[in-house]
T-cell receptor
């Protein structure tokens, strides 16, 4: 049962363009939504995270947009660079629980 | 340096053998996790532990076993009952509770030959 649906599974973007990855969830008990970045052969690392009481969070070129009523959230990478080429995972967790549910992942390739 | 150490990085196993993947953390985190990563299937939770001497099954626990005898250690045994064990295994830890960052190790590649 996929509780967090992520799309697309792969994405090719021109250098300088905007990369957009979308996630949707069903469980309204989720209250924390992190994004992780994973380079080949490495473990994922936290990139940026948001709670449902805000609609947007920006850190440098990375922005999370959150739509609570639609139960959707997305990652925008502005001015995408070849160094951003990685796999990105959205995730969600419930307050008081250790378990984190991950999306299927999006493999991003930024071409020069 | 603080972090999570997984070993070995690469492991080959013959069919029918059990293997144990090591995971050690020096972050003083209460919670530890094991994930399995396969192409096109994302990160799937095998087992997690919130405190010493306690652990819970994740979504794909069949064919795996764990122990949590020390706070800093959470080894994973892939048993011969696991039908398709070839995968990338990731150990992780967190302070516990929702909203706390999960930190991942570098992963271990297991190949059945």
């Amino acid at each position: 049962q996929q509780q967090v649906k992520q799309s697309p599974q792969s994405l090719i973007v021109q250098k300088g363009g905007i990369s957009i990855i979308n996630c949707a969830y069903e469980n309204t008990a989720f209250d924390y939504f992190p994004w992780y970045q994973q380079f080949p052969g490495k473990g994922p690392a936290l990139l940026i995270a948001i709670r449902p009481d805000v609609s947007e969070k920006k850190e440098g070129r990375f922005t999370i947009s959150f739509n609570k009523s639609a139960k959707q959230f997305s990652l925008h990478i502005m001015d995408s660079q070849p160094g951003d080429s990685a796999t990105y995972f959205c995730a969600a967790s419930i307050k008081g629980y250790q378990k984190v549910t991950f999306g299927i992942g999006t493999k991003l390739q930024v071409i020069p | 340096d603080g972090g999570i150490t997984q070993s070995p990085k690469y492991l080959f196993r013959k069919e029918g053998q059990n293997v144990t993947l090591s995971c050690e953390q020096n972050l003083n985190h209460d919670a530890m996790y094991w994930y399995r990563q396969d192409p096109g299937q994302g990160l799937r939770l095998i087992y997690y532990s919130q405190i010493v001497n306690d652990f819970q099954k994740g979504d794909i626990a069949e064919g795996y076993s764990v122990s949590r005898e020390k706070k800093e250690s959470f080894p994973l045994t892939v048993t011969s009952a696991q039908k398709n064990p070839t995968a990338f295994y990731l150990c992780a830890s967190s302070r516990g509770g929702s909203g706390n960052t999960i930190y991942f190790g570098e992963g271990s590649w297991l190949t059945v030959v």
